[in-house]
């Protein structure tokens, strides 16, 4: 099960939003697109299964904050998570807390398009 929050942050062109149980399929869609996944994981998997994508998306939430990317109109365009990083594999020492903030378009269109160089705003 997805994790939930209640995080939004909003710009002139994008919204971030609470990644959920809805936004499975549409993943699940952008991690069956080889160049999506190219880029964003490994050019040795070629696509990832419903279940596949679930899981990912499942350790994902619990991990930190999912999110889903999306245009001033809502239109979903791509992933980005504030997440814990993974001590065994990051190299980082107990005690230290380390995120990272993997970011993904994963919708070709909005490939190269510039973002607003302006303050994001917070809303809870």
């Known amino acids: 099960m997805i994790r939930m929050h209640s995080i939004r942050l909003a710009g002139d062109k994008t919204r971030l939003r609470p990644f959920t149980e809805d936004?499975?399929?549409l993943a699940?869609?952008?991690h069956q697109d080889?160049?999506?996944?190219?880029?964003s994981d490994t050019d040795e998997?070629?696509?990832?299964?419903?279940?596949d994508v679930r899981g990912i998306y499942e350790a994902m939430s619990e991990q930190g904050f999912?999110?889903?990317?999306?245009?001033?109109?809502?239109t979903p365009v791509g992933e980005?998570?504030?997440q814990w990083m993974n001590i065994e594999r990051a190299g980082v020492k107990p005690g230290e807390k380390v995120m990272?903030?993997?970011i993904v378009i994963c919708d070709p269109r909005y490939w190269g398009t510039a973002y607003p160089k302006?303050?994001?705003?917070?809303?809870?």
């Open 23 to 25: 936004d499975i399929r």
């Open 34 to 39: 080889p160049i999506v996944l190219h880029f």
């Open 100 to 102: 990272r903030f993997p």
């Open 45 to 51: 998997v070629s696509e990832h299964s419903l279940d």
């Open 80 to 82: 980005v998570c504030l």
């Open 28 to 30: 699940c869609e952008w």
């Open 66 to 74: 999912l999110f889903v990317i999306a245009t001033a109109d809502g």
């Open 118 to 124: 302006r303050r994001e705003q917070v809303t809870h």
